[in-house]
């Protein structure tokens, strides 16, 4: 049944796609889509008609919904017969407020994924954000995953764009891949577009009115402006604006405009975003998901940040999944990060996550400094009754690992949930 509502749902995608011809930019990256489609569609919205993906619809039943412009129905029938229907009224009238831009996030699980992604909507804009080891149980190697990811720019017409985050040296790697024009962003390195001089404003207390998040200075070509981000604190946030940076110059928009229009933009769910915590605490809720190249990048923004005094950093690390021959060695990476970045108090959180203990204790953590737990329940707990005023908690695991409960144990507004927590919805409470 699966199998038959998606080619449906690909046949009506591109029969609406045909009719309407919007311009198409498609994401993909093993880290930093979701934070990329939003800062674009931030950018992007003052002067376009634009749609993003919806939610976290990014596979082969999600990318059409998006074009078509309506919620899954899960299983009822009748919810899908009212889809079919708003998809015959798209097809047979003409919809003014169709977008003109489609902003389509793509997300590879397995060999192929992008190639049938890219063929329901062939992309004008390919944005590659990343390319690492995420799913890489059904890829074996990097350079399988590599391939993959580079289907996007590959099938990029001359008067396309490829746009390509080189500071990560594998996407750096692929840009002779392309016939499309190649347009650049990076912190470290050069680039069309860069962010530089990054400072973090980070409140010293949990009081009302203290304004915190990210400066940079945006430049493109001896051209700068300064940007403010706010609520956001992760290099992983610069990134995401830069990749909508990016596009804006694509588009013809001046610095100033994308500075200003960046403003509005704010991390998704459970991707580094910033949450008061219990007794006066601060939490980076980074629960979404994660593999070893996203948590390094997480540490690192909690290494960064300037604790009150007599404060401690905590990292609570679950498992990361789907990670098969490198899961043990990825897993204690993350651990010598921990330990790189001058993290206080190491919680981990599974059986996978074990290894990132024996990778912090291998790097000089104090065993008296790392706890393990089989099961959120008890490591919220524990962090409930361990935490003080001032105290940072960063929170990242896989999907499968349900990190985001132990962040509502220790959320100072926890009936908020539902609003700030991933997975809140009903599917998620069986």
Same mark, same amino acid.
């Given at each position: 049944?699966?199998?038959? @509502?998606?080619?449906?749902?690909?046949?009506?995608?591109?029969?609406?796609?045909?009719?309407?011809?919007?311009?198409?930019?498609?994401?993909?990256?093993?880290?930093?889509?979701?934070?990329?489609?939003?800062?674009?569609?931030?950018?992007?919205?003052?002067?376009?008609?634009?749609?993003?993906?919806?939610?976290? #619809?990014?596979?082969?039943?999600?990318?059409?919904? &998006?074009?078509?412009?309506?919620?899954?129905?899960?299983?009822?029938?009748?919810?899908?017969?009212?889809?079919?229907?708003? /998809?015959?009224?798209?097809?047979?009238?003409?919809? $003014?407020?169709?977008?003109?831009?489609?902003?389509?996030?793509?997300?590879?699980?397995?060999?192929?994924? %992008?190639?049938? @992604?890219?063929?329901?909507?062939?992309?004008?804009?390919?944005?590659? *954000?990343?390319?690492?080891?995420?799913?890489?149980?059904?890829?074996?190697? %990097?350079?399988?995953?590599?391939?993959?990811?580079? &289907?996007?720019?590959? !099938?990029?017409?001359?008067?396309?764009?490829?746009?390509?985050?080189?500071?990560?040296?594998?996407?750096?790697?692929?840009?002779?891949? &392309?016939?499309?024009?190649?347009?650049? #962003?990076?912190?470290?390195?050069?680039?069309?577009?860069?962010?530089?001089?990054?400072?973090?404003?980070?409140?010293? /207390?949990?009081?009302?009115?203290?304004?915190?998040?990210?400066?940079?200075?945006?430049?493109?070509?001896?051209?700068?402006?300064?940007?403010?981000?706010?609520?956001?604190?992760? !290099?992983?946030?610069?990134?995401?604006? @830069?990749?909508?940076?990016?596009?804006?110059?694509?588009?013809?928009?001046?610095?100033?405009?994308?500075?200003?229009?960046?403003?509005?933009?704010?991390?998704?769910?459970?991707?580094?975003?910033?949450?008061?915590?219990?007794?006066? &605490?601060?939490?980076?809720?980074? *629960?979404?998901?994660?593999?070893? *190249?996203?948590?390094?990048?997480?540490?690192?923004? %909690?290494?960064?940040?300037?604790?009150?005094?007599?404060?401690?950093?905590?990292?609570?690390?679950?498992?990361?999944? +789907?990670?098969?021959?490198?899961?043990?060695?990825?897993?204690?990476?993350?651990?010598?990060?921990?330990?790189?970045?001058?993290?206080?108090?190491?919680?981990?959180?599974?059986?996978?996550?074990?290894?990132?203990?024996?990778?912090? =204790?291998?790097?000089?953590?104090?065993?008296?400094?790392?706890?393990?737990?089989?099961?959120?329940?008890?490591?919220?707990?524990?962090?409930?009754?361990?935490?003080?005023?001032?105290?940072?908690?960063?929170?990242?695991?896989? $999907?499968?690992?349900? @990190?985001?409960?132990?962040? $509502?144990?220790?959320?100072? +507004?926890?009936? =908020?949930?539902?609003? %700030?927590?991933?997975?809140?919805?009903?599917?998620?409470?069986?």
């Amino acid at each position: 049944m699966r199998s038959l @509502l998606q080619t449906i749902l690909k046949i009506l995608a591109k029969l609406i796609l045909a009719k309407y011809k919007p311009e198409i930019i498609g994401i993909t990256g093993s880290v930093g889509k979701t934070g990329a489609k939003e800062a674009i569609y931030s950018v992007l919205t003052a002067k376009f008609k634009v749609r993003q993906s919806l939610k976290n #619809y990014n596979n082969e039943i999600g990318l059409p919904l &998006t074009v078509i412009g309506v919620e899954s129905s899960s299983r009822s029938l009748l919810g899908w017969l009212k889809i079919f229907f708003v /998809t015959i009224k798209l097809l047979l009238k003409h919809d $003014q407020d169709y977008p003109k831009i489609l902003i389509l996030e793509m997300a590879v699980d397995r060999p192929g994924d %992008l190639d049938y @992604l890219t063929d329901i909507a062939g992309c004008n804009i390919g944005v590659i *954000t990343s390319i690492g080891e995420s799913h890489l149980e059904y890829f074996e190697t %990097l350079e399988n995953i590599k391939i993959e990811k580079v &289907t996007l720019i590959r !099938k990029l017409a001359r008067d396309g764009w490829a746009v390509l985050n080189v500071d990560d040296n594998r996407v750096r790697s692929v840009v002779k891949e &392309t016939k499309a024009k190649v347009f650049t #962003y990076a912190i470290d390195g050069e680039a069309d577009v860069s962010g530089k001089e990054i400072r973090i404003r980070f409140p010293s /207390t949990g009081a009302d009115g203290e304004e915190f998040g990210l400066s940079f200075k945006l430049t493109n070509h001896g051209s700068f402006a300064p940007v403010f981000l706010p609520n956001i604190i992760s !290099k992983a946030g610069v990134y995401a604006a @830069l990749a909508g940076a990016a596009i804006g110059v694509i588009k013809g928009l001046n610095l100033v405009e994308i500075s200003q229009s960046l403003r509005k933009y704010d991390s998704p769910k459970g991707r580094m975003k910033f949450l008061s915590g219990i007794k006066n &605490t601060f939490i980076i809720d980074d *629960t979404y998901n994660a593999s070893p *190249t996203s948590s390094v990048l997480a540490l690192e923004t %909690l290494g960064n940040i300037a604790a009150r005094p007599g404060a401690y950093k905590y990292a609570v690390l679950g498992d990361m999944l +789907e990670l098969g021959v490198l899961s043990e060695p990825g897993h204690a990476a993350v651990g010598r990060a921990a330990v790189k970045n001058k993290i206080d108090k190491l919680i981990v959180v599974g059986e996978r996550s074990r290894d990132i203990a024996r990778g912090a =204790r291998n790097a000089g953590m104090k065993d008296d400094n790392i706890f393990h737990f089989a099961t959120t329940a008890e490591a919220g707990k524990f962090i409930q009754a361990r935490i003080k005023i001032g105290d940072i908690i960063l929170v990242k695991g896989s $999907q499968g690992a349900r @990190l985001e409960k132990i962040v $509502q144990a220790i959320m100072a +507004e926890p009936l =908020r949930a539902g609003e %700030l927590l991933v997975r809140q919805g009903r599917e998620w409470k069986k």
